[in-house]
């Protein structure tokens, strides 16, 4: 499939139930967009029939259409493709899901964001949903996966396929199970259209305790399934929150999404205090030991390499979740607007790139700190994931957020020079200290690097 109606297709990102989800570039322009394309599964055709899935596809870019949410995908265009129904949306590089690392096994564990990130992220939810449940809409498929995020790392609500409109019925077959296992609120599983507003709080409330923990909570929430023995960032009065908000019964959970947020907001204050106090008595944690470099590891690979299939784990050396085996002991010297690593004998932008920009504009952005002589030096590249991983430490908790950064801490996603595929290269997450690949045409910062020239290089190319 070239194109589906006036739109160039790039690329399958995904197919669900109902329809499936391609890359495709607006005329002229080029925009890079996404376009949902009816395409239900034969099992739900037949569950269901054609025709309430074509009502339920309407109903979502009626939805989407109507609403103007910053925390709310929004369409901007439909039409039809033969017989089959589309809409366009917005195209965002990354979800929830993926910045967690959720795979198809739900129940495997998942990296934890820092605190104040996972709070935001909940918050920002609870806004777009606060404006849903105003506009009388229940979602019931709140899910890491179906919360977009922008370059500017807001949350976009989006799947409203499985969204209920207040006095309509959308679940037409009692063998239609509704929302995601796990995330679905108990009286959602029982009865589908009976689910309110508070559903999707049930919902944010396993995605946020997830985000804390790295885990699927638990009922009851008891002894270890407490958030408080899963973080040290987490108290009492977080283990409070979480009972209220995966109470099985609605009635016990937050009456609404406006005040759920509060809420959170009020915890985080408190983190905050909590936080100041135990950096001014304790100072911060230090990392955990690393092993001593073996043969070759002293040194970190500085050729890029296209690096995919089963074994791109090990040949990356990372663990199941995408982080680094061992975060390797740094020696880190500021100099003026670069830092030296002393330990590995690479010298760093500070800062890096002003703005995200695409893979391509990464190269060019390099090349022209080298033709310029960027401190002083016209050797500047891309690093490769072996020198990202020189300069990244697990993600903090706590204390460890003590810690004065010694590198601009909004640039926390940089590219690497290492391809995954002909349209993907891999890159870094500094802040979960975990890596990911991309879409070239997505955008990331970039954090040149140089080797540093030693008296032992100099007296060999004297020799």
């Given at each position: 499939?070239?194109?589906?109606?006036?739109?160039?297709?790039?690329?399958?990102?995904?197919?669900?139930?109902?329809?499936?989800?391609?890359?495709?570039?607006?005329?002229?322009?080029?925009?890079?967009?996404?376009?949902?394309?009816l395409?239900?599964?034969?099992?739900?055709?037949?569950?269901?029939?054609?025709?309430?899935?074509?009502?339920?596809?309407?109903?979502?870019?009626?939805?989407?259409?109507?609403?103007?949410?910053?925390?709310?995908?929004?369409?901007?265009?439909?039409?039809?493709?033969?017989?089959?129904?589309?809409?366009?949306?917005?195209?965002?590089?990354?979800?929830?899901?993926?910045?967690?690392?959720?795979s198809?096994?739900?129940?495997?564990?998942?990296?934890?964001?820092?605190?104040p990130?996972?709070?935001?992220?909940a918050?920002?939810?609870?806004?777009?949903?606060?404006r849903?449940?105003?506009?009388?809409?229940?979602h019931?498929?709140?899910?890491?996966?179906?919360?977009?995020?922008?370059?500017?790392?807001?949350?976009?609500?989006?799947?409203?396929?499985?969204?209920?409109?207040?006095?309509?019925?959308?679940?037409?077959?009692?063998?239609?199970?509704?929302?995601?296992?796990y995330?679905?609120?108990p009286?959602?599983?029982?009865?589908?259209?009976s689910?309110?507003?508070?559903?999707?709080?049930?919902?944010?409330?396993v995605?946020?305790?997830?985000?804390?923990?790295?885990?699927?909570?638990?009922?009851?929430?008891?002894?270890?399934?407490?958030?408080?023995?899963?973080?040290?960032?987490?108290?009492?009065?977080?283990?409070?929150?979480?009972?209220r908000?995966?109470?099985?019964?609605?009635?016990?959970?937050?009456?609404?999404?406006?005040?759920?947020?509060?809420?959170?907001?009020?915890?985080?204050?408190?983190?905050?205090?909590?936080?100041?106090?135990?950096?001014?008595?304790?100072?911060?944690?230090?990392?955990?030991?690393?092993?001593?470099?073996?043969?070759?590891?002293?040194?970190?690979?500085t050729?890029?390499?296209?690096?995919?299939?089963?074994?791109?784990?090990?040949?990356?050396?990372?663990?199941?979740?995408?982080?680094?085996?061992?975060?390797?002991?740094?020696?880190?010297?500021?100099?003026?607007?670069?830092v030296?690593?002393?330990?590995s004998?690479?010298?760093?932008?500070?800062?890096?790139?002003r703005?995200?920009?695409?893979?391509?504009?990464?190269?060019?952005?390099?090349?022209?700190?080298?033709?310029?002589?960027?401190?002083?030096?016209?050797?500047?590249?891309?690093?490769?994931?072996?020198?990202?991983?020189?300069?990244?430490?697990?993600?903090p908790?706590?204390?460890?957020?003590?810690?004065?950064?010694?590198?601009?801490?909004?640039q926390?996603?940089?590219?690497?020079?290492?391809?995954?595929?002909?349209?993907?290269?891999?890159?870094?997450?500094?802040?979960?200290?975990?890596?990911?690949?991309?879409?070239?045409?997505?955008?990331?910062?970039?954090?040149?690097?140089?080797?540093?020239?030693?008296?032992?290089?100099?007296?060999?190319?004297r020799?």
């Open positions: 499939m070239k194109r589906i109606g006036k739109y160039e297709v790039l690329g399958l990102l995904g197919k669900g139930g109902m329809g499936a989800v391609y890359k495709v570039a607006m005329p002229v322009t080029g925009k890079i967009m996404a376009l949902k394309l395409a239900p599964s034969p099992f739900l055709t037949a569950l269901v029939g054609r025709g309430v899935i074509e009502r339920q596809f309407l109903a979502e870019a009626h939805t989407l259409g109507g609403l103007n949410h910053p925390h709310v995908a929004s369409v901007w265009d439909f039409g039809r493709a033969g017989r089959r129904p589309f809409f366009l949306m917005e195209y965002y590089c990354r979800d929830l899901g993926q910045v967690i690392g959720e198809a096994e739900v129940e495997a564990p998942t990296r934890r964001l820092p605190l990130r996972a709070a935001a992220y918050a920002q939810t609870l806004e777009g949903l606060a849903l449940h105003h506009a009388g809409i229940v019931r498929d709140i899910k890491p996966f179906n919360l977009l995020l922008t370059d500017e790392d807001q949350v976009k609500i989006t799947d409203f396929g499985l969204s209920r409109v207040r006095g309509e019925s959308l679940a037409a077959s009692p063998g239609l199970k509704v929302g995601s296992p995330y679905a609120a009286e959602q599983e029982d009865d589908p259209d689910a309110g507003p508070r559903a999707d709080l049930y919902s944010v409330g995605t946020l305790y997830r985000m804390l923990t790295g885990k699927l909570p638990e009922w009851p929430l008891t002894g270890d399934a407490l958030p408080s023995a899963q973080s040290r960032d987490l108290d009492g009065a977080w283990d409070d929150f979480f009972l908000a995966l109470s099985p019964r609605p009635l016990e959970r937050h009456r609404d999404a406006q005040g759920m947020a509060a809420e959170i907001g009020v915890l985080l204050q408190e983190w905050k205090k909590r936080l100041e106090n135990a950096c001014r008595l304790e100072g911060a944690d230090d990392p955990p030991p690393c092993p001593v470099p073996g043969p070759g590891m002293d040194r970190a690979r050729t890029p390499l296209k690096i995919s299939g089963k074994n791109a784990r090990e040949v990356l050396g990372l663990d199941g979740l995408w982080r680094p085996l061992c975060y390797m002991p740094q020696s880190l010297v500021q100099r003026t607007g670069t030296a690593d002393e330990a004998g690479l010298e760093w932008q500070t800062g890096g790139s703005y995200r920009i695409t893979w391509w504009e990464a190269h060019e952005y390099v090349a022209d700190l080298s033709a310029t002589g960027f401190a002083g030096a016209r050797d500047w590249r891309l690093p490769t994931v072996a020198e990202l991983a020189r300069i990244m430490t697990p993600p908790e706590f204390t460890g957020h003590c810690l004065n950064p010694v590198f601009d801490g909004e926390r996603l940089l590219w690497s020079a290492d391809r995954r595929a002909f349209t993907q290269a891999w890159f870094a997450d500094v802040e979960q200290g975990a890596f990911a690949w991309a879409d070239m045409t997505c955008r990331r910062h970039v954090r040149a690097v140089r080797t540093m020239v030693t008296a032992d290089d100099e007296g060999g190319k020799g």
